[in-house]
């Protein structure tokens, strides 16, 4: 098992290793099943020392989704001041899948075996992600050499590589690190293919 003694950290060092042992845990045990006091435990940190960066289980989940649709949302940003070629494309989708480090790919892994869970949130965390992705393709599609239907699809599923890596890596004994490697020459080949 990993050491994850918080010892002397930085706040954000802090709220970064309680949202990487609770996505273990969520994904090992279960959200239901895990409780603010075995994530404390599992940190060796006080229950009140876990309250004071996170109120309880969904703060902590909803701050993960808050982290990506920022990530996203900075992704559309850095675009719109981007030459509009098509070699924006590729670059796009590199930045986006190669911005997944292992704990946003326990992420995916833990959405994909509860999707239940991000749906009993108010609607805006989870959503905010997706209607973002929606804009990022709206803002490439244009830049295709060819724009049919098929072809805008599949820039949708060179964005959402590591999500597909994630659902067929499981059940499998291949590492996050290789299910990573995985999703980003899997989003080269398809947007290499498009342009």
Do not use: C
């Not at 509009?84 to 790919?105: D, G, Y």
């Not at 805008?152 to 659902?167: E, F, G, T």
Request: hydrophobic residues 45%; aromatic residues 6%; without cysteine.
């Amino acid at each position: 098992m990993e050491d994850h003694a918080i010892g002397r950290r930085s706040g954000p060092d802090t709220r970064a290793a309680i949202q990487r042992v609770a996505l273990e845990l969520f994904t090992r045990k279960g959200y239901e099943a895990t409780s603010l006091r075995e994530i404390a435990d599992e940190l060796g940190i006080q229950k009140p020392s876990l309250y004071y960066h996170f109120k309880g289980k969904e703060d902590i989940l909803r701050a993960l989704f808050d982290e990506r649709g920022d990530e996203a949302e900075q992704l559309l940003e850095w675009i719109g001041q981007q030459p509009q070629t098509p070699e924006l494309v590729r670059a796009a989708v590199l930045r986006w899948v190669q911005s997944f480090p292992v704990n946003k790919l326990r992420g995916i892994r833990f959405l994909s075996a509860n999707p239940l869970i991000a749906r009993t949130f108010d609607g805006r965390t989870n959503d905010r992600i997706g209607s973002t992705l929606n804009q990022l393709v709206d803002r490439l599609a244009p830049l295709l050499p060819d724009r049919t239907p098929s072809k805008v699809l599949q820039l949708r599923m060179a964005l959402l590589s590591i999500n597909a890596a994630v659902d067929a890596a499981t059940l499998t004994t291949f590492t996050d690190e290789q299910t990573l490697t995985a999703a980003k020459a899997n989003a080269i080949a398809v947007i290499d293919a498009l342009l």
